[in-house]
């Protein structure tokens, strides 16, 4: 069952634990809710959740306006 409200210490800890990350590189829980999480280290910037389909659907979009500009630009 996912679960999308957690507290904000259960999230640093979902982000801390090394096992939600693929490769050590993607962050892939799909237990956090989260599109978008903080870095494993504070102040480095945001990442996807890979664990979450929204993310996916992120990127699409991202890379169809990108085309639509290019094409009709």
Excluded: H, Q
Aim: charge should be positive; hydrophobic fraction near 45%.
């Amino acid at each position: 069952m996912k679960r999308t409200n957690f507290d904000e210490f259960e999230n640093d800890r979902m982000i801390k634990d090394l096992a939600n990350y693929k490769w050590g590189l993607f962050y892939f829980n799909r237990n956090d809710g989260r599109v978008m999480v903080p870095k494993y280290r504070k102040g480095m910037g945001w990442t996807l959740n890979f664990g979450n389909f929204n993310s996916y659907l992120l990127i699409l979009g991202v890379i169809l306006v990108l085309l639509i500009f290019k094409y009709l630009g």
